[in-house]
């Protein structure tokens, strides 16, 4: 297989170049002339070089299973960036967040699938071991470390979870956005902050990859669950190749290959779902909104 595995396009991070830079993972051999090429985009969970390892096997798994079509899955380095590829409506296939579930919604893309176990889908508050706070209220004139804006379990949840608990989340903390839920733990213990806001997903794998970093830190804080990450198509997409996908990813659990790849790339297993499974999102930021800060879906 000959693979497109690096940096392409404009790599300036300025605000005319957000949604420009992208990272790819697929197979780049010639094309057959029935044969049409989409991409595959997934929030930035990880790095783009950790993202290729954890998924790819995963889109090389789909695409065998595709006769007609193949999938090339794209990284992008920040969430800003992600919203932007989505608003732009560049990528063909999309795995965002719930929050972006609602603006992919706005944007010509619809639910086919989702990620399973909603349990996952909290936010988790980590700090260190060696420090002393104890109760939300002791994180006021901390820094606290966040993936981004529009994080919405890893860091609007557990936004909200502080506003709820006596912590005015603009004037008691400062935030630093570090563009993923990697660099936002990471952020933690190299001292950069006294808190960090992620999701149980990269905690564990922080947790298996790095055993050094993570002894450092305990979790303080969880928030409740909303519906996992979707999987959404563009209406571009011939729906019969967006159901294909979906149907394909969902029948991967229960197929001992396609469990074992599920397992290393983290999502353990998908499910079906369609727009109106993200309703309890849309009543969630609206209460967001009432509570901590205005949100507007663009």
């Known amino acids: 297989m000959s693979l497109l595995f690096g940096l392409v396009g404009c790599s300036e991070q300025s605000s005319s170049s957000i949604g ?42 789909l695409n065998a299973r595709l006769p007609n079509a193949r999938l ?21 296939f999309i795995v965002p967040n719930p929050f972006q579930t609602l603006i992919g919604l706005r944007h010509g893309y619809h639910v086919y699938a989702k990620v399973a176990n909603d349990e996952d889908f909290r936010g988790i508050i980590l700090v260190r071991k060696d420090g002393r706070i104890r109760t939300p209220k002791d994180l006021k004139g901390k820094v606290i470390a966040a993936p981004g804006k529009t994080a919405l379990a890893a860091t609007m949840m557990p936004k909200y979870f502080l506003a709820t608990h006596g912590v005015d989340v603009h004037k008691d903390v400062r935030y630093l956005y570090t563009g993923t839920q990697e660099s936002t733990i990471l952020s933690l213990t190299l001292g950069k902050a006294q808190a960090a806001t992620t999701w149980p997903v990269p905690w564990r794998l922080i947790q298996v990859q790095r055993p050094e970093l993570a002894k450092q830190i305990r979790l303080a804080w969880q928030t409740d669950t909303l ?11 011939p729906r019969a190749l967006a159901r294909q996908v979906a149907d394909l990813l969902v029948a991967m659990k229960d197929d001992p290959q396609g469990r074992r790849l599920l397992e290393q790339s983290t999502f353990t297993a998908f499910e079906a779902a369609n727009n109106a499974t993200y309703d309890p999102v849309r009543m969630f930021i609206e209460r967001y909104s009432k509570l901590v800060e205005p949100v507007e879906i663009p």
Not at 40 to 60: C, K, N, Q, T
Not at 229 to 236: D, T
């Open 20 to 61: 420009k830079t992208q990272w790819a993972y697929g197979d780049q051999s010639p094309l057959d002339g029935e044969t049409k090429t989409y991409t595959f985009a997934i929030h930035p969970l990880y790095s783009p070089a950790r993202l290729f390892e954890a998924f790819g096997p995963v889109i090389d798994y």
């Open 72 to 92: 090339v899955l794209e990284a992008t380095r920040n969430y800003p960036e992600y919203d932007q590829k989505i608003i732009a409506g560049r990528p063909d």
């Open 227 to 237: 519906p996992n990450n979707s999987v959404m198509a563009h209406e571009r997409v």
